[in-house]
C-alpha cells in the first residue's frame, strides 16, 4: 500500500506526519519510507534513527526524485506499505506518486496561506483520479494551536467543506514540540519516553490518525 | 463512457505529470511569493548541506583512522567555525547518499 504525503506549501509538517506514520506502521508491518524531496529531512530522520536507535523497529529508507511512479511499482510489492514524503510544492515527485498512491494525506496548517493552497490542490487530485481512481484522499490539520481559545482549526474544517475531494480527518494534529524533538533524535512521539500530558497527546494524536486511516487495522 | 485505450491513459498521464507547476530557476525570482521565494532558500540551503558533507567526507577519508590529525588540520582552517556535531552529521548523510547510490549502481535490491 503506497500513502503519498502532499502538499503545495512546506512547512505543514508532511516529514513529521510521514516519520510518525511510517514508525507507527513499523511496530506491525514492513516499511520503507520514500523521501521524495531534496530538503532530506525525512532522510536525516531516518539516518538519526539507524544511528542511535538501531533496536527501534525498522523504517527502511529510500530517496527517489523526479519521475517515482515506476519506483514505488516496483517497490510496492517488495515492503507491505510504502509512505512517500513529497516536496512541499506542486511538483513532478509528487504527481508521479499521486498516479499510484492507494491514499494520499493532504497536510495543511490551519492559515490562510496554507489553505489558499487546497482550491488548486483539489484541481490536482481531481485530474489525477481520472488516472487513479481508486485513490483516497484524506485532508489533515496540523500544527493546530494547543490554545483552546484559538478557533482557527474549527475555521480551516469549514473551509474545506467546499472541496468534497478532499474530506478531513476527524484528528487535528496539534503544535507540539514533542514532534520537533523527535524528529531530530529519529524518533516517533509514539516512542518517546516523555511521559508529558503534551507527549502523551501526542501520541494519541498519531494512534488516531493509524486508526482512522486503516480502520483500526 | 468511452473505454480508455492504454495509450490514452499514457498521454493522459504524461500530461498530468506536464502539468506540473515548477518555476524554480534563479531567473524568474521576481514571479515568486514570499513563502515560495523563502521554501527556495530552504532546499538551496539543504543541497548545499549535501554537497558540504560529500566534500568533508572526502577530505575525512584523507586522513584515514587518525582523527587526531583530522581534527588539528580542521582547526587550522575556516571549517573550524562549523560545530564538530555539526559537521559530522554531514558527514553521516552524505555517507548515507554514498551508500545508498552505490546500492542503486549495482542493482542491489533495496
Redesign the interface.
Known amino acids: 500500500m503506497i500513502i503519498l504525503i502532499a502538499s503545495q506549501k512546506g512547512g505543514a509538517g508532511k516529514t513529521t506526519i510521514a516519520t510518525n506514520l511510517a514508525a507507527k506502521i513499523a511496530t506491525n508491518y514492513d516499511v520503507l519510507l520514500l523521501d521524495a524531496d531534496r530538503q532530506p529531512s525525512a532522510t536525516e530522520w531516518c539516518v538519526e534513527r539507524k544511528s542511535n536507535y538501531p533496536d527501534r523497529p525498522r523504517v527502511h529508507c529510500v530517496q527517489r526524485y523526479d519521475d517515482i511512479e515506476d519506483t514505488l511499482d516496483d517497490l510496492k510489492d517488495r515492503y507491505a506499505y510504502i509512505v512517500v514524503d513529497s516536496p512541499g510544492r506542486d511538483s513532478i515527485e509528487m504527481r508521479t506518486a499521486m498516479l499510484v498512491a492507494d491514499i494520499v494525506i493532504i497536510p495543511a496548517r490551519p492559515s490562510q496561506t496554507d489553505l489558499n493552497t487546497i482550491p488548486a490542490v483539489s484541481r490536482i487530485i481531481n485530474q489525477s483520479k481520472k488516472i487513479n481512481p481508486s485513490v483516497k484522499i484524506f485532508g489533515l490539520l496540523t500544527m493546530a494551536s494547543t490554545n483552546s481559545q484559538v478557533k482557527e482549526a474549527k475555521e480551516a474544517a469549514e473551509f474545506f467543506s467546499d472541496f468534497p475531494s478532499i474530506p478531513l480527518l476527524d484528528v487535528v494534529i496539534s503544535d507540539r514540540k514533542i514532534y520537533r524533538d523527535n524528529m531530530s533524535e529519529g524518533l516517533s512521539v509514539i516512542e518517546t519516553g516523555n511521559l508529558s500530558g503534551s507527549a502523551t497527546k501526542a501520541k494519541e494524536e498519531i494512534e488516531s490518525l493509524y486508526k482512522e486511516i486503516f480502520g483500526g487495522n | 463512457m468511452a473505454i480508455k485505450r492504454s495509450k490514452d491513459?499514457e498521454a493522459?498521464?504524461q500530461q498530468?505529470?506536464n502539468?506540473?507547476?515548477?518555476d524554480t530557476s534563479l531567473n524568474n525570482l521576481t514571479k515568486l511569493s514570499n513563502?515560495?521565494l523563502?521554501?527556495q532558500f530552504?532546499?538551496i540551503s539543504?543541497?548545499a548541506a549535501?554537497f558540504q558533507g560529500r566534500i568533508l567526507s572526502e577530505l575525512r577519508t584523507r586522513f584515514g583512522n587518525d582523527d587526531r590529525k583530522f581534527g588539528e588540520y580542521i582547526s587550522t582552517t575556516i571549517l573550524s567555525d562549523i560545530p564538530s556535531h555539526t559537521r559530522t552529521?554531514l558527514m553521516?548523510?552524505a555517507v548515507?547518499?554514498e551508500r545508498?547510490l552505490l546500492k542503486q549502481k549495482r542493482g542491489y535490491?533495496?
Open positions: 491513459v493522459l498521464k498530468f505529470i502539468n506540473v507547476d515548477v513563502d515560495q523563502v521554501d530552504v532546499s539543504q543541497q549535501l552529521r553521516n548523510l548515507f547518499f545508498e535490491p533495496i
